[in-house]
């Protein structure tokens, strides 16, 4: 059993930040890639960012400069920094975990956290 508990969502004014975190435990095996999506009302699901297992990043053209995510092995954590918010941010963010036991992949995915922007 895998559990991924998001933590960090919440109410922001715009202009403001936030900082998402996600921690995998119970029977993870080795986890590769980590990343976040996000949900907004009436929105299919997007990607926001992912981080590979050996740190590298990719992140949505339209969030560059805004958005940073970042991991932290030991801990089996993800995190996803936000400055600047708009309310167009305004979304149930995700993280999902890629990763694998007994040659075996397997995709998790957390309950998802809100974060609401105000204009």
């Known amino acids: 059993q895998v559990q991924l508990v998001e933590s960090g969502g919440g109410l922001v004014q715009a202009g403001g930040s936030l900082r998402l975190s996600c921690t995998a435990s119970?029977?993870?095996?080795?986890?590769?890639?980590m990343g976040w999506y996000r949900q907004a009302p009436g929105k299919q699901r997007e990607e926001v960012a992912v981080?590979?297992?050996?740190?590298?990043?990719n992140l949505a053209d339209s969030l560059k400069g805004r958005f940073t995510i970042s991991r932290d092995n030991a801990k089996n954590t993800v995190y996803l920094q936000m400055i600047s918010l708009k309310p167009e941010d305004t979304a149930v963010y995700y993280c999902?975990?890629?990763?694998?036991?007994?040659?075996?992949?397997?995709?998790?995915w957390g309950q998802g956290t809100q974060v609401t922007v105000s204009s």
């Open positions: 999902k975990v890629d990763h694998y036991s007994r040659g075996i992949h397997y995709t998790s």
């Open positions: 119970g029977s993870i095996g080795s986890i590769n890639a």
């Open positions: 981080i590979s297992g050996g740190g590298s990043t």
